[in-house]
């Protein structure tokens, strides 16, 4: 039966192989703060959001939120605009330049998870997505 301490070695060595534990580069390989990319990933999505929500999505809090979009937009990638209705809210919507960003982002992303995802024997492809679900649920338990 796992432990506790199997599942941080486990955890640990899952970061490590998948790049997490380098902060100014995604595991796909692109040299841009994964924070950043998630935020991409998520505005080209859903188009332009509060930031309040990308604050939740992103599960960050408001100030450092506020500090990345900051970042995004001096890259050109995106920019704040007032949201309608609501004098104190602000949207964040991407650019056409970061539009192309996460479009590029998106291609690098799909290329790396479907090498990982063709070195998984077929037979276990649907436990593994299973047991990361079940860890991720027991995580927002916590």
Known sequence: MADD???????????????????????CGRPIPVSEA???GEL??????????????LRLEKSTTS????????RGWAERTPAPGDGRGVLVQLTPTG????????TA???????????VP?????????ALNILTEAIDET
Do not use: C, M
Not at 15 to 23: D, I, T, Y
Not at 67 to 74: D, E, G, M, Y
């Open 5 to 27: 301490r199997e599942l941080q070695e486990a955890v640990a060595r899952f970061v490590r192989a998948f790049g997490l534990h380098q902060p100014d580069q995604t595991p």
């Open 38 to 40: 998630h935020a991409l």
């Open 44 to 57: 080209a999505r859903d188009g332009a959001l509060r930031q309040n929500d990308l604050a939740h999505r």
């Open 67 to 74: 500090r990345l979009v900051t970042q995004l937009i001096n």
């Open 99 to 106: 539009v192309n960003a996460a479009a590029q982002l998106a």
């Open 109 to 119: 992303r799909k290329a790396r998870f479907s090498a990982v995802l063709d070195r």
């Open 122 to 130: 077929p037979g276990e492809r649907a436990d593994v997505l299973r």
